[in-house]
């Protein structure tokens, strides 16, 4: 069993920052590709920003220049600091990973998610 647990959301007003972490627990042998994705109310959920296990990144085009996703391997974690953040940047943030298990088997895993809410 492998979990994803987000933290650091919240309200913030715009031009803010937040800091959110992902914890991975569980039977972890090795994590690949390490996700942030979001959606807002009535629309898909959509990728944010991702970090290879090699440290390689990349963004959504709106959060270029504001957001940093990066993680410790040592830990099994990941971060997306977020600056100037947007009204339009509110939604429910979600971690994902591939994950494999002590088991030799892999799998995509889900957080629960973290509410960031910007607004004055």
């Known amino acids: 069993q492998v979990q994803l647990v987000e933290s650091g959301g919240g309200l913030v007003q715009p031009g803010g920052s937040l800091r959110l972490s992902c914890a991975a627990s569980?039977?972890?042998?090795?994590?690949?590709?390490m996700d942030w994705y979001r959606q807002a109310p009535g629309k898909e959920r959509e990728l944010v920003a991702r970090?290879?296990?090699?440290?390689?990144?990349n963004y959504l085009d709106s959060v270029k220049g504001r957001f940093t996703i990066s993680r410790d391997n040592a830990k099994n974690m990941a971060y997306l600091q977020m600056n100037s953040l947007k009204p339009e940047d509110t939604a429910v943030y979600y971690c994902?990973?591939?994950?494999?298990?002590?088991?030799?088997?892999?799998?995509?895993?889900w957080g629960q998610g973290t509410q960031v809410t910007v607004s004055s």
């Open positions: 970090v290879t296990r090699s440290g390689a990144t």
């Open positions: 994902n990973a591939f994950v494999v298990s002590t088991s030799r088997s892999g799998s995509n895993y």
């Open positions: 569980g039977s972890i042998f090795s994590i690949y590709d």
